[in-house]
């Protein structure tokens, strides 16, 4: 009798433990993909890699919340679009076809990191440093394609999936490698952007993207010595930005916004910047 009683406690407790088990992860924002031609990648596939990239990103995000984010297909270039859903959801598009899932982690993670760059609060390069969050959302990506491959190693969607992972850190390094995303030798970075501050300032994709590109590698070093610092990104555009203003203003409101624990990497961002090397 007492055991019989001992066993009906023990699943007791279980019934009591499992809802927090299964609860215990909330994700950050619910991905809501709509058909559409995605090659030979189901929609149901697309799911479950956007997924993946949730549950990869969410430790270094905080504790933001962007609620349903509708993920459409576009036959361009991927973006965050400034209009809503009818419910307020956010529109993500993204300019893949077929399984190409380090593709799909890559703009997808760079999508997520303009939501928390609050993008929608300077929309169409209002403050004129745009291409400043082009480069920082560049380096999260970047950064989020070596945390995929990892998670995929032990935690893919299917168990099939498991072989891919490779393919990720493959993807990220072959970024990281390509010529243009290096300084000309003897180049100081403070140098580089005063060269280019112009026309960054009128055109956040210039060149291709080279410019955001080669930034992006800098901002990449400086984060994956701290990765919880990603979180700051939550605090970029809080500004008065409404009007056209200075790289200088723009990282500094960034710097004020964010939180003392978090201002660290805003600052090293400005000394490379802005102050002679």
Request: net charge negative; aromatic share 12%.
């Amino acid at each position: 009798m007492n055991y019989i009683r001992r066993l009906f406690s023990f699943f007791c407790l279980l019934l009591v433990l499992l809802p927090a088990q299964l609860y215990a992860f909330a994700p950050p924002a619910q991905i809501k993909v709509e058909a559409a031609e995605w090659g030979d990648a189901s929609p149901e596939d697309v799911q479950a890699v956007l997924n993946s990239v949730i549950e990869t990103i969410s430790p270094y995000i905080a504790t933001r919340h962007f609620g349903t984010v509708i993920v459409r297909h576009s036959t361009d270039v991927p973006r965050s679009l400034n209009e809503k859903g009818a419910n307020g959801e956010y529109i993500v598009q993204l300019a893949v076809s077929g399984r190409q899932w380090a593709q799909f982690a890559y703009q997808f993670s760079h999508e997520m990191c303009h939501l928390m760059s609050n993008y929608d609060l300077a929309p169409n390069n209002v403050s004129h440093q745009q291409w400043f969050e082009e480069s920082l959302c560049e380096a999260f990506s970047l950064f989020s394609l070596e945390k995929m491959g990892k998670q995929w190693e032990t935690n893919p969607p299917y168990p099939n999936w498991q072989e891919y992972a490779p393919h990720f850190s493959e993807y990220e390094r072959d970024n990281l490698q390509q010529a243009h995303r290096k300084l000309p030798d003897g180049m100081k970075l403070s140098d580089w952007y005063q060269q280019n501050s112009s026309l960054l300032s009128v055109d956040p994709y210039a060149q291709d993207r080279h410019l955001n590109e080669l930034l992006s590698n800098r901002l990449l070093a400086i984060f994956v010595i701290a990765p919880d610092k990603w979180a700051a990104i939550n605090y970029l555009n809080l500004g008065d930005d409404s009007s056209a203003t200075s790289l200088d203003k723009h990282l500094q409101d960034w710097q004020d916004n964010a939180p003392p624990d978090l201002r660290a990497p805003v600052e090293s961002i400005r000394q490379l910047l802005l102050k002679p090397q």
